[in-house]
């Protein structure tokens, strides 16, 4: 090897070790500038809203540009909290004000609506904030099951509302092209609020939608379970309207007449009331 491509040769070793230096030395700088001036350097935005008649003065023929706009807004406030300091919180209130403008901007601009329902859902209470978007979409968008299965979901999964959320999954479960991947939270929210009639129906499409034999035979006599807590759970109610008040224990409803006997549960179960829910049950 000549001395001159020896020489090269070095000269280049050189240079990456100062090129990897430099880089290391960025790297540290980044990290130090990250971890001391970045809390400092980002500021909260600056949110308003305009009246969504204004706004659709301001755009002139173009309400879906704005709109379109006014979600980025939207979408960036939300989820760019996972890298802002911690301080810069999530503005619930600004957020769902905004998404009711975009809506009123742009009426059928359907991925608004999810989005309300599902990314800006921050906080147990942004469920409440969101059902009035909902509500709006439902009314635009009739044939939907994604709108009243997410205003359901929220009740169900944030604020334990039961009763809401079998209320909109029910509407749900009846819209044409509805899938039955969610019939096991829509039973579970049925069987929590005593609408074993509907929980029911829920559980035989389960049983219908599924091949496996085994599945099948679970199905059915769950079923039969979901059918024989609907027979005790309608007699309590003519219990209730007789009486004042519901059963203490599931035997008045036969010394009443309302029922010759207590049903048998297809596992051997015995069936007792729930004074603190007034449900029917499964004894534990």
Request: glycine share 6%.
């Amino acid at each position: 090897m000549s001395r001159k491509s020896s020489i090269t040769n070095r000269l280049k070793r050189h240079r990456m070790i100062i090129l990897g230096l430099c880089l290391l030395g960025a790297a540290f700088c980044f990290g130090y500038a990250r971890m001391t001036l970045y809390p400092f350097i980002v500021k909260p935005e600056i949110k308003f809203v305009t009246d969504s008649r204004l706004s659709r003065l301001l755009a002139l023929d173009h309400t879906g540009f704005l709109a379109d706009m006014l979600f980025i807004q939207v979408n960036l406030h939300s989820g760019s909290l996972m890298w802002k300091p911690v301080y810069i919180d999530f503005d619930s209130q600004w957020a769902y004000r905004m998404m009711d403008v975009i809506t009123d901007l742009d009426p059928k601009f359907y991925t608004a609506y999810l989005f309300s329902a599902m990314g800006l859902i921050h906080y147990h209470d942004d469920v409440k904030l969101a059902h009035p978007i909902l509500k709006k979409g439902m009314k635009e968008f009739p044939d939907s099951w994604e709108l009243p299965f997410w205003a359901g979901y929220g009740y169900f999964n944030r604020l334990m509302d039961y009763e809401t959320a079998s209320k909109y999954f029910w509407e749900a479960y009846n819209k044409p092209e509805a899938p039955r991947q969610f019939l096991g939270i829509m039973l579970s929210a049925m069987q929590k609020t005593g609408s074993f009639d509907r929980a029911a129906i829920a559980m035989e499409a389960m049983m219908n939608s599924t091949e496996n034999p085994n599945l099948k035979t679970i199905y059915a006599k769950k079923l039969v379970r979901m059918k024989n807590l609907d027979m005790l759970m309608k007699a309590a109610r003519v219990y209730r309207e007789r009486t004042g008040e519901f059963p203490e224990t599931l035997d008045l409803l036969v010394s009443s007449g309302l029922l010759t006997k207590i049903p048998e549960d297809p596992d051997g179960m015995a069936y007792e009331w729930n004074k603190e829910k007034n449900l029917p049950g499964t004894a534990m």
